[in-house]
Protein backbone atom coordinates (compact mmCIF):
# COMPACT_ATOMS: atom_id res chain seq x y z
CA UNK A 1 0.00 0.00 0.00
CA UNK A 2 1.58 3.36 -1.30
CA UNK A 3 -1.36 5.82 0.33
CA UNK A 4 -0.01 8.01 3.08
CA UNK A 5 -0.83 7.80 6.58
CA UNK A 6 -1.63 10.76 8.57
CA UNK A 7 0.60 12.56 10.47
CA UNK A 8 1.75 11.91 12.97
CA UNK A 9 1.16 8.25 13.04
CA UNK A 10 3.78 6.02 14.58
CA UNK A 11 3.41 3.46 11.74
CA UNK A 12 6.49 3.18 9.20
CA UNK A 13 7.88 5.28 7.44
CA UNK A 14 8.73 8.16 9.78
CA UNK A 15 11.50 10.56 10.09
CA UNK A 16 10.20 12.01 6.77
CA UNK A 17 9.80 15.71 5.00
CA UNK A 18 6.35 15.47 2.72
CA UNK A 19 6.07 18.45 0.37
CA UNK A 20 3.69 15.78 -1.27
CA UNK A 21 3.19 12.02 -0.05
CA UNK A 22 0.90 10.39 -2.75
CA UNK A 23 1.87 7.32 -5.23
CA UNK A 24 4.00 9.54 -7.53
CA UNK A 25 5.28 7.29 -10.43
CA UNK A 26 8.67 9.44 -11.87
CA UNK A 27 9.13 6.26 -13.54
CA UNK A 28 6.04 6.63 -15.90
CA UNK A 29 6.58 10.55 -16.84
CA UNK A 30 8.51 13.71 -15.19
CA UNK A 31 11.89 14.20 -13.82
CA UNK A 32 13.29 14.50 -10.55
CA UNK A 33 16.01 17.53 -10.10
CA UNK A 34 17.67 18.29 -6.86
CA UNK A 35 20.51 21.39 -6.02
CA UNK A 36 22.83 22.56 -3.24
CA UNK A 37 23.47 25.79 -2.41
CA UNK A 38 25.39 27.32 0.09
CA UNK A 39 22.79 28.08 1.67
CA UNK A 40 19.68 25.88 1.27
CA UNK A 41 18.83 22.14 -0.33
CA UNK A 42 16.54 22.11 -3.46
CA UNK A 43 14.70 19.33 -4.50
CA UNK A 44 12.62 19.86 -7.56
CA UNK A 45 9.21 17.38 -9.23
CA UNK A 46 8.83 18.31 -12.35
CA UNK A 47 5.61 16.95 -14.04
CA UNK A 48 5.67 13.57 -12.11
CA UNK A 49 1.82 11.67 -12.43
CA UNK A 50 0.26 9.93 -9.84
CA UNK A 51 0.57 6.42 -10.37
CA UNK A 52 -2.37 4.84 -12.07
CA UNK A 53 -4.34 8.32 -12.05
CA UNK A 54 -2.02 10.43 -14.09
CA UNK A 55 -1.58 14.53 -13.75
CA UNK A 56 2.06 15.97 -13.78
CA UNK A 57 2.83 17.62 -10.27
CA UNK A 58 5.38 20.60 -10.33
CA UNK A 59 6.47 21.35 -7.14
CA UNK A 60 9.76 21.47 -5.04
CA UNK A 61 11.25 20.92 -1.38
CA UNK A 62 13.49 23.77 -0.15
CA UNK A 63 15.63 23.19 2.88
CA UNK A 64 17.45 25.67 4.34
CA UNK A 65 20.80 25.60 5.53
CA UNK A 66 20.94 28.77 7.23
CA UNK A 67 17.90 28.67 9.92
CA UNK A 68 16.69 25.08 9.16
CA UNK A 69 13.37 26.18 7.47
CA UNK A 70 11.67 24.25 5.30
CA UNK A 71 9.96 25.50 2.28
CA UNK A 72 7.31 23.92 -0.16
CA UNK A 73 6.46 25.64 -3.20
CA UNK A 74 3.73 24.25 -5.75
CA UNK A 75 3.47 25.32 -9.38
CA UNK A 76 0.43 22.34 -10.30
CA UNK A 77 -0.68 20.29 -7.86
CA UNK A 78 -2.85 17.98 -9.95
CA UNK A 79 -2.34 14.34 -7.02
CA UNK A 80 -5.94 13.25 -5.56
CA UNK A 81 -5.47 10.11 -4.76
CA UNK A 82 -8.34 7.51 -3.62
CA UNK A 83 -7.35 9.56 -0.04
CA UNK A 84 -5.90 12.42 -1.04
CA UNK A 85 -2.24 13.56 -0.49
CA UNK A 86 -0.62 14.82 2.79
CA UNK A 87 1.88 17.32 3.80
CA UNK A 88 4.09 17.93 6.15
CA UNK A 89 6.76 16.26 8.24
CA UNK A 90 7.41 13.83 11.16
CA UNK A 91 9.61 13.24 13.88
CA UNK A 92 12.12 9.80 13.89
CA UNK A 93 9.72 7.87 16.87
CA UNK A 94 6.13 9.48 14.34
CA UNK A 95 5.15 10.79 17.84
CA UNK A 96 5.28 14.20 16.71
CA UNK A 97 4.51 15.79 13.33
CA UNK A 98 3.14 18.86 11.82
CA UNK A 99 0.71 18.01 8.71
CA UNK A 100 -0.08 20.95 6.88
CA UNK A 101 -3.74 22.12 7.94
CA UNK A 102 -6.82 20.69 5.62
CA UNK A 103 -8.09 24.22 3.89
CA UNK A 104 -4.19 24.86 3.48
CA UNK A 105 -3.77 21.53 1.15
CA UNK A 106 -7.11 22.20 0.05
CA UNK A 107 -5.87 25.86 -1.29
CA UNK A 108 -2.90 23.61 -2.75
CA UNK A 109 -4.96 21.35 -4.67
CA UNK A 110 -7.23 23.81 -5.26
CA UNK A 111 -3.87 26.03 -6.93
CA UNK A 112 -4.75 29.02 -4.70
CA UNK A 113 -1.54 28.91 -2.77
CA UNK A 114 1.98 28.61 -3.97
CA UNK A 115 3.55 27.86 -0.96
CA UNK A 116 4.35 26.74 2.63
CA UNK A 117 6.44 27.56 4.88
CA UNK A 118 7.56 25.53 8.04
CA UNK A 119 9.40 27.08 10.70
CA UNK A 120 11.46 25.99 14.06
CA UNK A 121 12.93 28.36 16.09
CA UNK A 122 15.12 28.98 17.86
CA UNK A 123 17.98 26.85 15.24
CA UNK A 124 18.56 24.23 17.12
CA UNK A 125 22.67 23.17 16.70
CA UNK A 126 23.41 20.66 14.16
CA UNK A 127 25.59 18.67 16.42
CA UNK A 128 24.29 15.29 17.22
CA UNK A 129 23.39 15.05 20.89
CA UNK A 130 21.54 12.39 22.33
CA UNK A 131 19.78 14.78 24.55
CA UNK A 132 16.27 14.98 23.77
CA UNK A 133 15.63 18.36 21.65
CA UNK A 134 13.87 21.19 23.82
CA UNK A 135 12.95 22.81 20.79
CA UNK A 136 9.52 24.43 20.19
CA UNK A 137 6.83 22.75 18.11
CA UNK A 138 7.35 23.84 14.23
CA UNK A 139 4.96 26.49 12.67
CA UNK A 140 3.51 26.25 9.31
CA UNK A 141 3.18 30.07 7.76
CA UNK A 142 1.29 30.34 4.51
CA UNK A 143 2.37 33.13 2.24
CA UNK A 144 2.75 33.67 -1.97
CA UNK A 145 5.57 32.87 -2.87
CA UNK A 146 7.96 32.38 -5.99
CA UNK A 147 6.36 28.96 -7.60
CA UNK A 148 8.70 26.38 -9.19
CA UNK A 149 9.56 26.77 -12.65
CA UNK A 150 8.73 24.83 -15.45
CA UNK A 151 12.38 24.78 -15.70
CA UNK A 152 14.81 22.72 -12.60
CA UNK A 153 17.01 24.48 -10.80
CA UNK A 154 20.46 26.44 -11.87
CA UNK A 155 22.70 23.88 -12.76
CA UNK A 156 20.09 20.30 -11.43
CA UNK A 157 21.48 16.82 -11.33
CA UNK A 158 18.99 13.90 -12.35
CA UNK A 159 18.02 11.63 -9.32
CA UNK A 160 15.37 9.26 -8.67
Not at 133 to 138: A, F, I, L, T, Y
Amino acid sequence: NFEPNPIPNATDPNNFIAPLWTDLNPSEFGNIYYQITPTEFIAQWTNVPEFGIGGANTFQAVLSLVDGSIEFRYERVTAKGPNGPVIGVENESGQRGLPVPPQTLQDILDGNLSCVKIIVNPLVSSQPSTQPSRSPKPSVSSSPSSSPTETPPTAPTASS
